[in-house]
């Protein structure tokens, strides 16, 4: 190859990441069958939240802004439309371009954290909950919804297993297979979470929701 093919893959690479895939990301992410997702978590969260991977703003409408302060929005890859799909519905959208595994936020200094179609993105997702849960106070939840691992049948998750090589840099960094109810557990979470398919059998159907603490969790002394 030469060096001027080799430049001219590499501004196509960067055309398409920055042009074509967050417009492609933006109608995939607004599908009914993830906003259905959205509206199982979202509503929940209350008081001051912090979005990991706000992207386009597609949560912005699912929030409950009565029980909202605002929200702090943090991706490595922000959209101009977050602040005007949260401006639309009244919510304060405070966003920073940073990525969740380092974040300059106090602890225990956030109510809720809200997380949809993100964890999937993110390169080392353990380290970005150990974040989250450093950040969030004590009786504060971790709202939930995500794509991945299917533990059945085995052969989509050895479908997923394979694929993800190749999907990641066309999808801007997904991974297909993680599980994301055992990494919640791994970083210290109390998760009550549901998972299967949604919307029948496919590489990216296979959801996991709910709400995960981490503060200690109290058990009855009989
Ligand atoms: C599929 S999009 C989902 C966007 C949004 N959460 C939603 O539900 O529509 C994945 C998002 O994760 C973001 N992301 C990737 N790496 C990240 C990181 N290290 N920290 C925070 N967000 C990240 C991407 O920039 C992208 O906006």
């Not at 430049?7 to 967050?22: G, I, M, W």
């Not at 300059?104 to 109510?111: A, I, K, T």
């Not at 066309?170 to 297909?176: E, F, Q, V």
Request: proline share 6%.
């Amino acid at each position: 190859m030469t060096v001027k093919s080799a430049f001219n893959l590499t501004s196509l690479k960067s055309l398409y990441d920055n042009k074509v895939l967050p417009v492609l990301i933006d109608k995939a992410c607004a599908l009914e069958s993830i906003s259905q997702q959205r509206e199982r978590v979202v509503p929940k969260a209350s008081g001051i939240v912090l979005e990991i991977g706000v992207g386009s703003g597609l949560n912005a409408r699912f929030y409950d802004a009565q029980q909202v302060t605002q929200v702090i929005g943090v991706d490595p890859h922000l959209q101009p439309l977050a602040q005007e799909r949260f401006a639309a519905v009244g919510i304060k959208l405070v966003s920073q371009p940073l990525s969740a595994e380092t974040l300059p936020l106090e602890d225990n200094s956030v109510d809720s954290v809200v997380m949809t179609f993100t964890l999937c993105s993110i390169p080392d997702p353990s380290r970005a909950l150990s974040e989250i849960k450093r950040i969030l106070k004590p009786a504060g939840k971790l709202y939930y919804a995500e794509h991945g691992l299917a533990p059945k049948p085995k052969l989509v998750g050895k479908i997923q297993q394979m694929i993800t090589p190749a999907w990641k840099p066309l999808a801007g960094g997904c991974h297909l297979d993680r599980d994301i109810e055992q990494l919640l557990i791994q970083a210290g979470f109390t998760v009550l979470g549901e998972q299967g398919f949604t919307q029948g059998i496919s590489i990216v159907g296979y959801h996991y929701w709910g709400e995960a603490t981490a503060g200690t969790v109290n058990t009855l002394v009989e």
